[in-house]
């Protein structure tokens, strides 16, 4: 008996030996390295991470962002004396209001050049900026600033000379624009009432790419009330032409990519349609007074903060984090408590998608097989392998199909691989 109560006891000890120095995993700055896997780089709440070969996980700064801070807080100073007179009302009978120097300037899309330098796109309140960190320097190059302009699925021509991007507008439309690596020869390539996104350049043909498009159907007033299922386009710009290449109306075809082999990669979703049903109205019935009060509640702690400089709240208790009840991923509403659990775990790492979500290669001859499932975001790298992220974690998925974690984080909303 006390041979098998000692076994046990040695077996517990080994087993928190592991779990302390082997099994802990809590930022990605403590995941091991492997020096032959390549670099990447991963959006998470609108900052950017990146890791080089060999390398940690390191947080950008930009020097842009930088200066903007600091004339907003310039701006701020100028023309605090006037905050609570009569000078600080505007025309029209409102207060000015000026933008306060600790809202962010997201980073929305990245991509690496064949020179392992990394492009990104930067949005403040009025203006869209495209930028280059040069790997060697770590120097920041300002290629793009225009105003009112929004990029996001930045995409690389094969040759390096070509960008394409989805550029946003207003009333929920989305299209396709091409310009010059170094920010010049703008122009876009697609339009209509479609949200077209995730463009992707097919190897050895540079006059043509794939994006994915989806329709928009509004009411009367202009408001948008359905969007359509995604699917996947082909732009052939000699022809001025666009056929589609798959197109399911109960799937989602996403984030289209194309590897050296001719190969089709994207991910696949059931498609679900915006539906506002009896039990829509019946939840909204039933919890409107809670609503009610809660709007009532923050009204009168705005007031209080204005004239008392104190919240309704205590005021030393501890910062309330952000409601990640709920996220977007890939243009849809993830419930974020509903799928973790209810989604498997992917080497350990909580999915913040479910297992639908799934990452397929289509041959040339149209045979398809899953990857990897819980995919929401990946990239291809210029040797064939493949970073994915399940929302919390980076994945390696090399050719042979093994794959291991690279890092994790609490959001992960976009991968980039890297070509060096």
């Not at 203006?127 to 995409?155: I, T, W």
């Not at 709007?295 to 309330?320: C, D, E, I, Q, W």
Request: proline share 4%; glycine share 8%.
């Amino acid at each position: 008996m006390m041979v098998l109560v000692q076994i046990v006891i040695a077996a517990l000890v080994v087993y928190l030996v592991y779990q302390m120095f082997f099994a802990r995993v809590s930022s990605p700055a403590e995941m091991p390295v492997t020096r032959t896997e390549r670099g990447f780089a991963y959006i998470s709440n609108g900052s950017l991470f990146y890791r080089e070969q060999g390398g940690t996980v390191q947080q950008l700064h930009s020097d842009y962002v930088q200066e903007v801070l600091e004339r907003r807080e310039q701006v701020r100073d100028r023309h605090s004396w006037k905050e609570g007179t009569s000078f600080n009302i505007a025309a029209g009978g409102g207060s000015r209001s000026y933008v306060s120097s600790s809202d962010p300037i997201p980073v929305t899309t990245a991509a690496y050049n064949a020179e392992g330098n990394l492009l990104y796109f930067l949005r403040n309140e009025s203006v869209g900026g495209l930028f280059c960190r040069e790997r060697a320097s770590g120097k920041e190059l300002r290629l793009l600033l225009r105003q009112n302009l929004v990029l996001s699925d930045l995409s690389l021509s094969p040759d390096g000379t070509m960008l394409a991007a989805s550029s946003q507008h207003e009333g929920g439309v989305s299209s396709i624009a091409l310009f010059a690596s170094d920010g010049s020869t703008y122009r876009e390539v697609t339009g209509g009432d479609t949200v077209d996104s995730a463009p992707a350049w097919i190897p050895g043909v540079p006059d043509r790419l794939l994006f994915q498009s989806a329709g928009l159907a509004r009411n009367q007033a202009g408001y948008i009330v359905a969007q359509g299922p995604a699917s996947i386009q082909k732009l052939d710009m000699d022809k001025g032409s666009i056929s589609a290449i798959l197109d399911d109306p109960q799937y989602d075809h996403l984030k289209p990519r194309v590897t050296s082999a001719g190969d089709l990669l994207f991910i696949r979703r059931p498609y679900k349609a915006m539906q506002y049903g009896t039990v829509n109205m019946f939840s909204d019935a039933l919890l409107f007074p809670f609503r009610l009060l809660r709007a009532l509640f923050h009204y009168l702690n705005f007031f209080s903060m204005m004239y008392a400089r104190k919240p309704l709240t205590s005021a030393n208790g501890p910062a309330v984090q952000a409601d990640v009840k709920n996220i977007w991923l890939q243009g849809r509403r993830v419930d974020v408590e509903r799928t973790l659990r209810n989604s498997r775990s992917v080497q350990g790492v909580p999915s913040l998608v479910p297992d639908s979500w799934q990452l397929i290669c289509r041959s040339q001859q149209g045979d398809e097989r899953v990857l990897a499932s819980n995919v929401a975001s990946y990239d291809l790298s210029t040797d064939g392998t493949i970073y994915y992220s399940n929302g919390r974690g980076i994945f390696v998925l090399s050719q042979d199909g093994t794959s291991h974690l690279a890092a994790t984080k609490d959001f992960i909303g976009e991968v980039v691989a890297s070509a060096t």
